[in-house]
């Protein structure tokens, strides 16, 4: 997430309202007029000062670091601690990085309004509601299927052609 944000702080004119208000004409319904589409300018006005005509680079810098700041603590514990372990702390001659379940909460939450922040961007009209995916119940149905249906001999290690391939 840091690495995108940054290159459009870098290229802040990849986004342009002009291009923001095509894109939601051309997802939602082209036939609307300007006065239909008002609200746009209060979509595009999250990534750009009123008026501007591409996504305010100041605004974004602001999201990168509030991301860092929130992000670095946690980062750090799930590197040395959890990702990669780090010898030191494990054999204990270096204290472990604490951390809170309120840090790591404040983390998660700041990087999912982020994320939907420029979801919205990427995605123009859709707004993303959650992060959590929405499992179908339908998944279990693949463990109520036989994988081998009856009757079936796993074949010899040593058989490297199909049955039957040879006319055999």
């Not at 008026?51 to 999201?63: A, E, F, I, K, S």
């Not at 204990?92 to 309120?102: C, E, N, S």
């Not at 994320?115 to 919205?120: D, E, M, N, R, S």
Request: charged share 20%; proline share 8%.
């Amino acid at each position: 997430m840091l690495g995108l944000l940054a290159k459009l702080e870098g290229k802040p004119g990849m986004a342009t309202r002009t291009w923001y208000e095509a894109e939601i004409r051309l997802g939602q319904n082209p036939s609307w007029d300007t006065s239909d589409l008002a609200w746009l300018d209060d979509g595009f006005n999250r990534f750009a000062s009123p008026g501007r005509p591409c996504v305010d680079r100041d605004l974004v810098r602001q999201d990168i670091v509030r991301l860092r700041d929130v992000l670095q603590h946690v980062n750090t514990y799930t590197n040395k601690v959890i990702a990669h372990r780090d010898a030191a702390i494990a054999s204990g001659t270096v204290a472990a990085i604490p951390v809170t379940w309120g840090e790591l909460d404040q983390s998660l939450d700041t990087l999912g309004l982020i994320h939907k922040k420029y979801y919205a961007l990427a995605h123009p009209g859709e707004s993303l509601g959650g992060l959590t995916p929405l499992v179908s119940p339908e998944w279990v149905r693949l463990f109520m299927t036989a994988w081998m249906p009856e009757g079936f001999a796993l074949p010899s290690p040593m058989d490297f052609d199909p049955p039957g391939l040879y006319g055999a």
